[in-house]
């Protein structure tokens, strides 16, 4: 018999392509110190 | 790196090393899409918050500005949980917007103009309350302060709570049962009123 299993939560995991970007998106940016030693980032493109 | 600590990652991310930021993403990526995705019950939304909340997350570490007060992933959650309230805030701006001028054909001014936020009486009755119950909350014991500041400031389910603390759901429910009813002494104590 199938065992009811409609209480028990999904487990999800978010889009490969999701975690491509971020990883992308950060190998992209850069930090830059300005002379009041603020952090501003810019992209290295 | 696998047994390295959320720290150890951060600290070599920030020193340039992004293997460490895949192995962070890697680490609490299921435990924070579930987080994000049973509170909207939607996929694609789910996978748009997490993205968003990774780029600040990013932007924060690069930027240098985070300052690790909490563990990461409650830092993480807390972050996510914010971003699903402003989701809220503009979904239902929207709605109002298109209930008048789409749906009816008919224009009404009042959907252009932007609702007006709390005027500074509001700003400083909430400020007052935010401040009333810190004050309060300083009076629990320690382990109290803890679950009502993750149940209600930083949004965690108490099946989180439990899992963060390393208790049972059960002691979790308790202990928040009892801070409640502290907080409830402790106000009528000091003839304290949180309400507008």
């Known amino acids: ?45 | 790196m696998k047994t390295q600590t959320d720290s150890q990652l951060i600290l070599q991310y920030q020193n340039g090393d992004e293997n460490s930021l895949s192995y962070l993403i890697n680490r609490h990526k299921k435990d924070l899409f579930n987080f994000i995705y049973y509170k909207l019950m939607d996929e694609d939304l789910s996978n748009d918050i997490f993205q968003d909340t990774f780029i600040k997350i990013i932007v924060t570490l690069k930027e240098g500005r985070y300052k690790e007060e909490n563990k990461f992933i409650l830092w993480a959650k807390r972050i996510a949980h914010n971003l699903i309230i402003d989701h809220y805030r503009l979904q239902s701006k929207n709605i109002k917007i298109s209930e008048t001028s789409f749906e009816n054909e008919e224009f009404s001014i009042f959907d252009i103009i932007k609702e007006p936020e709390n005027n500074i009486e509001d700003k400083l009755i909430d400020n007052q309350i935010n401040e009333d119950l810190l004050k309060m909350l300083v009076m629990l014991p320690d382990n109290q302060q803890e679950v009502i500041k993750l149940r209600f400031f930083d949004g965690l389910s108490f099946k989180e709570i439990a899992d963060h603390t390393d208790t049972s759901i059960n002691t979790t429910l308790g202990r928040v049962r009892y801070a409640l009813i502290n907080l409830r002494k402790i106000m009528e104590e000091h003839k304290i009123i949180l309400t507008k």
Request: no cysteine.
């Open chain 1, 1 to 45: 018999m199938k065992k009811n299993d409609t209480l028990t939560k999904k487990a999800l995991m978010p889009k490969k392509e999701i975690i491509d970007f971020l990883l992308n998106y950060s190998k992209n940016i850069q930090t830059l110190k300005t002379k009041n030693r603020k952090a501003i980032l810019v992209s290295k493109n």
